[in-house]
């Protein structure tokens, strides 16, 4: 581990030009003052919150300056003056988010979705495809959990590794430049006790990825000090044994002071060097670092730091003693940098009134707007005064905002709801006007709005030879992986004992022999990363599926999954995109932590994801071979029990498309609608056998997907012929099925053409109990449909269906 502060005293790392270093003052101060005045904005009641990055300045304009096009960036909230230094922030876009302007000019990041601080840049064109991120200084979009970051880290570098190490990439020229981009991530100190950043750090060692990891160390996590987040109070001595040697690949760790200009430029031209060349990892551990105005706006630093801790931040401030070095220096007098910094002061203030004239110019136009409609409304109207002083209220808000103006108009409307008037009707075509409006800027891109939206992909029906083999299950996903792999260079898939001995099912066997271990490879146990590897390849123009081994295990990687992937084109208004797909696998096993089904949990926290529930593998091949036309990110939840049930083998595996979206009715039948998934639909297809005997005749309905549902009513017109409904699968009372049940009787509106009461029927609010008769009891059987179904008949015709 090198000191570079040390080395810096003694020899300087090269000659820096003055130009330069005034510069970097001049940019420094812009970051301050942004601060400062971002902090009163806040205060002023012009913004809702405020985290800033004040105290960071001069470590980041170091990292910035050996950032490269192509480069990619995994950071958080405190990096705003690296992103001004990459030219991808300007002080008038750093206000915008603050404000939540929703305009992605304004805000390119995020369309004012995100608290500020949250920076990204624009990987693709505004129909969906890609842009040349060769060209581009990256970064992934900022999430605010604390290390949330490190999962993708660890994959945009190893996106580095694949494209200088596999010849089949090399054409893909708008992704890399032979490998040569670093991925930079960067974490506050304290945030290093998180699992996450102890995962990716060692994942990154083990794949020896061109990754810089800094860490900002101002001595604090909120208000507490490092002595209770870290042992010996430091991440950079802890982890002295990654550091390489002679004999044993690992880290280049750098310390460095985060005061000190040189030994920071020294440092971040070392790291960058070692890691675009050598492809080695390396941790820049930036101590002594302070935080001028605390952690954010909900209080003060002053409540927990001691007085002498507090002078010496005064003191050690990094624009401060970058002051006093460029003096010392015979740059610059202290003189010409006051002017600097007068200057800095003068033009961030300008850029933050253009910021807020531009935010609240939008807004108060539509008040202007909804206050004439307002009084012109209460011209007609017997509610005259009442209109009046709604419309007085809103001209009287000194900064308003939109939800000012819509609650008004709607409130207005409760007022006119018996009045037939023209100005009624007018101010209602302007609210449901704003809504639409209001729909984009708030509700948008959850999915892809694009070309390449899974809804738009046709489907392809699978085709069958006459004399088609009966093979297993999992053989029919093998020679679908098999054609994925030859003929798409982009997919590559990764997890668990997914390389050597093609998965713990077999689906992937001798394809790593076969494809080599680039495109079929071995991770360690790591859920939370292996899914980052995927995030941050798919980011790159890759096609990953990383795989979770079993179902139950993704609550490992759930955080990442909901924060990160799920919301990624949400959270920048179709900016970005990672059209990952998680291969997994559940449902029908035994016991605790085998046989997993939280699909309602899933459904509730993956909003943003496609979720493919397959009944058999050749279902879910067809699902893979639609996902990879698509550009949405996917789950995928494989049958457990099903790799060595008997399939037909398809004729065109490579080309049949099952469509998302829409489910399939597998049996048709008069009486009574089942709608259900995966394993279940085994079940209630024996059942199904069952009843007939009893001369009940059921319709049952595989859902295929949950998200997407259903897009074409397809239940609907089931539940219209038969009236009566059954929605049935494993997740717990009131999960999955409670979902389905919303989705058909309220939104398709199955309501009105039921004869009976909606019904479900689920597993045990408990994890299923070990052995086969623990399944038994635990999740619903074969004779739990038949009697679930029968009762339900009985009660429409005790005569005909006498009670059990």
């Not at 360690?524 to 795989?547: D, F, K, W, Y």
């Not at 009944?615 to 893979?624: F, K, L």
Request: glycine residues 8%.
């Amino acid at each position: 581990m090198t000191n570079v502060a040390t080395i810096s005293k003694n020899k300087r790392s090269k000659v820096l030009d003055k130009e330069q270093l005034l510069n970097d003052y001049r940019l420094g101060w812009e970051s301050r003052h942004a601060s400062l005045m971002g902090r009163k904005e806040v205060f002023m009641g012009k913004a809702k919150f405020g985290i800033f990055g004040d105290g960071k300045e001069l470590a980041q304009i170091a990292m910035a300056r050996h950032f490269k096009d192509g480069d990619f960036r995994a950071g958080y909230y405190r990096d705003q003056t690296f992103m001004m230094a990459i030219d991808q922030l300007t002080i008038k876009e750093y206000f915008a988010q603050l404000y939540a302007h929703t305009s992605v000019e304004a805000d390119p990041a995020s369309a004012g979705r995100l608290m500020n601080g949250h920076f990204a840049t624009r990987s693709l064109n505004n129909d969906g495809t890609w842009k040349n991120l060769t060209e581009m200084k990256n970064s992934s979009a900022d999430i605010s959990p604390t290390a949330g970051q490190m999962p993708k880290l660890l994959g945009l570098a190893y996106a580095s590794k694949l494209y200088r190490q596999n010849p089949g990439l090399k054409e893909l020229s708008q992704f890399s430049k032979n490998g040569n981009e670093v991925a930079w991530g960067t974490i506050g100190n304290a945030s290093t006790s998180e699992g996450m950043f102890f995962e990716a750090v060692n994942a990154a060692g083990v794949l020896q990825v061109p990754m810089v990891i800094s860490i900002w160390d101002d001595g604090y996590g909120i208000s507490v000090p490092n002595e209770y987040h870290t042992t010996k109070g430091s991440i950079s001595e802890i982890l002295k044994g990654l550091q390489r040697n002679d004999d044993q690949r690992g880290y280049e760790i750098f310390v460095v002071k985060g005061w000190d200009y040189e030994a920071l430029d020294r440092a971040y031209e070392n790291a960058a060097r070692i890691a675009r060349e050598e492809h080695v990892p390396v941790m820049i551990h930036v101590v002594e670092m302070t935080q001028p105005q605390g952690h954010s706006t909900s209080g003060s630093h002053e409540r927990y730091k001691s007085k002498e801790r507090l002078e010496w931040e005064k003191e050690y401030d990094c624009l401060l003693q970058f002051k006093k070095y460029i003096i010392d220096s015979g740059i610059a007098s202290e003189e010409d940098l006051d002017q600097i910094e007068q200057d800095a002061k003068a033009f961030v203030k300008k850029e933050k009134d253009a910021a807020w004239t531009a935010f609240s110019g939008e807004i108060k136009n539509e008040l202007k707007e909804a206050v004439h409609l307002l009084k012109q409304a209460a011209e007609q109207s017997s509610f005259k005064q009442d209109l009046e002083a709604l419309a007085e209220d809103l001209t009287k808000l000194i900064n308003p905002i939109r939800k000012d103006v819509i609650s008004t108009v709607r409130r207005a409307l409760w007022l006119l709801r018996k009045e037939n008037i023209s100005a009624k009707t007018v101010l209602k075509n302007w609210y449901l006007q704003q809504q639409e409006i209001n729909e984009d800027r708030y509700s948008s891109h959850l999915y892809s709005q694009s070309d390449f939206s899974s809804e738009k992909i046709s489907p392809v029906p699978v085709e069958y030879e006459a004399d088609a083999p009966l093979v297993d299950g999992r053989e029919v996903l093998q020679a679908c992986f098999d054609n994925l792999l030859a003929t798409d260079p982009r997919f590559l898939a990764f997890g668990e004992d997914v390389g050597k001995i093609g998965d713990v099912n077999q689906a992937f066997a001798g394809l790593q022999a076969k494809h080599g271990e680039l495109r079929v490879t071995d991770t360690s146990i790591r859920e939370v990363t292996i899914i980052g590897q995927g995030i941050g390849t798919a980011l790159r123009g890759l096609r990953p599926m990383a795989e979770i081994q079993y179902l139950d295990y993704i609550h490992y990687a759930l955080m990442t999954l909901s924060d990160d992937l799920a919301c990624l084109q949400y959270r920048t208004k179709g900016g970005q995109k990672a059209p990952l797909i998680v291969r997994t696998r559940g449902h029908r096993l035994e016991g605790v932590w085998h046989a997993g089904s939280p699909i309602g949990m899933l459904l509730h926290s993956l909003r943003g994801m496609l979720i493919c529930v397959p009944r058999n593998m050749t279902q879910a091949a067809g699902m893979y071979n639609t996902l990879m036309q698509a550009d949405e990110p996917a789950l995928v939840i494989e049958c457990l029990n099903g790799y060595r049930l008997k399939e037909k083998m398809p004729a065109n595996i490579g080309e049949f498309r099952v469509p998302l979206g829409q489910p399939e009715v597998i049996k048709e039948g008069k009486d009574l609608t089942v709608v259900t998934y995966g394993s279940m639909c085994r079940i209630v297809e024996d059942a199904a056998k069952d009843l007939a005997d009893m001369g009940i005749d059921i319709e049952i309905i595989d859902v295929q997907t949950l998200l997407p549902f259903d897009v074409n009513h397809i239940i609907l017109e089931s539940v219209k012929k038969t009236n009566r409904v059954l929605f049935a699968d494993e997740d717990v009372p009131g999960g999955a099925s409670a979902y389905m049940m919303q989705k058909v009787v309220e939104e398709q509106g199955a309501y009105y053409f039921l004869d009976a009461e909606p019904a479900t029927l689920a597993g045990k609010a408990h994890r299923p109990a070990y052995s086969s008769d623990g399944d038994y009891f635990s999740k619903p059987s074969i004779e739990d449909v038949v009697e679930k179904i029968y009762g339900m008949m009985h009660e429409a015709d005790p005569i005909k269906f006498p009670e059990l």
